[in-house]
């Protein structure tokens, strides 16, 4: 089984920047790809960035490349996102998530989820 915590959310200006954690259980790290994902009221959960436990492997969506930053730490079994340049349609609850294999931009592909963390991005 896979519980996933995330942390780090919260309100922001334009411009400015924030880092969500998740604490992974997870066991077998190596079956396991990590993502962020978000979800705005009303629409599916969207693909932000995935990453290998080893950090070798890294995807992102074209709205966040140059911006965000994914990292995995597999001796304290965590997951980063570092979001630099934030705007305000960034703002969503953004989900930690795992899937056995590798990454996917479809989200009912993922296998386990967190309970997610609102950033809000003021204009």
């Known amino acids: 089984q896979v519980q996933l915590v995330e942390s780090g959310g919260g309100l922001v200006q334009a411009g400015g920047s924030l880092r969500l954690s998740c604490a992974a259980s997870?066991?077998?790290?190596?079956?396991?790809?990590m993502g962020w994902l978000r979800q705005t009221p009303g629409k599916e959960r969207e693909f932000v960035a995935a990453?290998?436990?080893?950090?070798?492997?890294?995807a992102y969506a074209d709205s966040v490349k140059g911006r965000f930053t994914i990292s995995a730490d597999s001796a304290n079994i965590a997951v980063y996102l570092q979001m630099t340049s934030l705007k305000p349609e960034d703002t969503a609850v953004y989900f930690c998530?795992?899937?056995?294999?590798?990454?996917?931009?479809?989200?009912?592909?993922?296998?386990?989820w967190g309970q997610g963390t609102q950033v809000t991005v003021s204009s």
């Open positions: 998530a795992a899937r056995l294999g590798s990454a996917s931009s479809i989200f009912t592909d993922w296998n386990y």
């Open positions: 990453v290998s436990w080893t950090n070798t492997n890294t």
């Open positions: 997870v066991r077998t790290l190596s079956r396991y790809t």
